[in-house]
Structure formats: C-alpha cells, structure tokens
T-cell receptor, first 111, second 115 residues
Framework: GIQVEQSPPDLILQEGANSTLRCNFSDSVNNLQWFHQNPWGQLINLFYIPSGTKQNGRLSATTVATERYSLLYISSSQTTDSGVYFC?????????????FGQGTTLQVKP | DAGVIQSPRHEVTEMGQEVTLRCKPISGHNSLFWYRQTMMRGLELLIYFNNNVPIDDSGMPEDRFSAKMPNASFSTLKIQPSEPRDSAVYFCASTPYGARDTEAFFGQGTRLTVV
C-alpha cells in the first residue's frame, strides 16, 4: 500500500504566525483529505483536495498530484488551531473513499 | 444531516468481555469504514463495506474482531474476547462511493478501555 509522510511532526507557533504543513505520498492518489483532530479527539474535515488549490478562510491547501504531495497553509494562526493535522489519501482503480493516514503534525499555537 | 453517529462514546470493560461498537452512517452514503487510532500505530483502517458487503478486512487484527453491516444504516464492530491491547479510539466513517467526490466523514469515535 501507499505510504504517507507528513512534516514537520511537531510545530510550535506564536499566535498570528503563518505555517505550512506538507504531506508526501509514495504513490499516486485518487482522493486526498486534510483533517484537524481537535483536543476532544474529533476529526474535522478541512479539505477534500485530490488536485488543485482550495481556500477556506485562513486555511488553504494545494495538491500537486503529479508530484505526489500536498500542502496545508495556515495563516494568522490562533490558539484554536492547536491540535493534530492529518492528511490521508487513497489509491487504486476504484475510488472507494478508503484512506491511508499520515502520522500527523502536532501544532501548538501559543498566545 | 446529523453526520456519522457512533455509540457508545466511551466504553470501559474488563478483559475477556465482549464489546460491541455501533455506527450509523450518513444517510445516502453507501461505503462504511472502521478505523482504529492508537499512539503506536496512528489511524489504521480495519475493514470497509460497500453497499453493506465487506470488501476488505485485511486490517482486522485477529479473529477476535468481527464487523457486520446488516443494512445501509447500521454497522457493528465486535471484539470477543477483549484484551487490554485493544484499548484505542475506534472511528467509523462513511462516503458516497461512486460519487464524483468520495469525501469521508467521521463519527466522534468510541474510546475503548479494556482493563
């Protein structure tokens, strides 16, 4: 199966700073999602982005499918952005929605 | 829609007991997934169903684990007998298989503690 590598594993920011999280895939993917796991353990959907660029408020994501990576940008970070960010992708002849997860980036935003 | 609904939210049980976790997918979604999250292994897929049929159970750790989907709106994950190493958070997710965008949505998870 595919391998998903996220970097950095840990990140500490001062409130208001910007950051970029990266996700590399060992093989091509036909679906790709970014999630935020909040301190209560909930997995919150951020982006469904198998290719291209999307923006939602202070967050945006870009996937370059041909080069097998995706980036998540967080601008003007807030303490509520703290938590673990996961990327996950799936591949194969049929797009079932099955996901392989990376190990996550743990973000701490300090006031 | 209420989203993916899992129950119970927390379960504490003694080693050797049977544990049943429940999931109701989003209405209209025809693919359902069970994932497990641990500190050591992260989030891993256990099994998934398409149209109520199990497609891939290669992630199920051993025969003590079984999953069923008797209809489009309900699935169970059963552990019998449970062991302390089964302690984890178990997530259920659903997607609209066959749709253009197969975005997965997750339930709030069941935190299982086996003592």
């Amino acid at each position: 199966g595919i391998q998903v590598e996220q970097s950095p594993p840990d990140l500490i920011l001062q409130e208001g700073a910007n950051s970029t999280l990266r996700c590399n895939f060992s093989d091509s993917v036909n679906n790709l999602q970014w999630f935020h796991q909040n301190p209560w353990g909930q997995l919150i959907n951020l982006f469904y982005i198998p290719s291209g660029t999307k923006q939602n408020g202070r967050l945006s994501a870009t996937t370059v499918a041909t080069e097998r990576y995706s980036l998540l940008y967080i601008s003007s970070s807030q303490t509520t952005d703290s938590g673990v960010y996961f990327c996950a992708g799936g591949h194969g002849s049929s797009n079932t929605g099955k996901l392989i997860f990376g190990q996550g980036t743990t973000l701490q935003v300090k006031p | 829609d209420a989203g993916v609904i899992q129950s119970p939210r927390h379960e504490v049980t003694e080693m050797g007991q049977e544990v049943t976790l429940r999931c109701k997918p989003i209405s209209g979604h025809n693919s359902l997934f069970w994932y497990r999250q641990t500190m050591m292994r992260g989030l891993e897929l256990l099994i998934y169903f398409n149209n109520n049929v199990p497609i891939d159970d290669s992630g199920m750790p051993e025969d003590r684990f079984s999953a069923k989907m008797p209809n489009a709106s309900f699935s169970t994950l059963k552990i019998q007998p449970s062991e302390p190493r089964d302690s984890a958070v178990y997530f259920c997710a659903s997607t609209p298989y066959g749709a253009r965008d197969t975005e997965a949505f997750f339930g709030q998870g069941t935190r299982l503690t086996v003592v």
